[in-house]
């Protein structure tokens, strides 16, 4: 999957979880340069305590290589 990006030299993007998987290797441009995204990960930890709901613990977590 390849995803366009107006900014210069910054990884910013919306990911689609529903459409890619996180399998998927990403081609992401900007203006100066192209990055590859590997080994996505996300993790959510929804928290509860005695009171209900306390939120999220969220990340999301990839490695990058600068392919120009």
């Given at each position: ?8 030299d ?15 290797n ?40 600068i392919?120009k």
């Open positions: 999957m390849e995803i366009a990006n107006n900014s210069e910054r990884i910013q993007f919306n990911f689609p979880f529903e459409k890619v998987p996180l399998s998927s990403i081609r992401i441009k900007t203006e100066n340069h192209e990055f590859l995204l590997l080994n996505m990960k996300y993790y959510n930890n929804e928290k509860w305590g005695m009171f209900g709901y306390l939120g999220k613990d969220c990340q999301f977590l990839y490695e990058y290589k392919l």
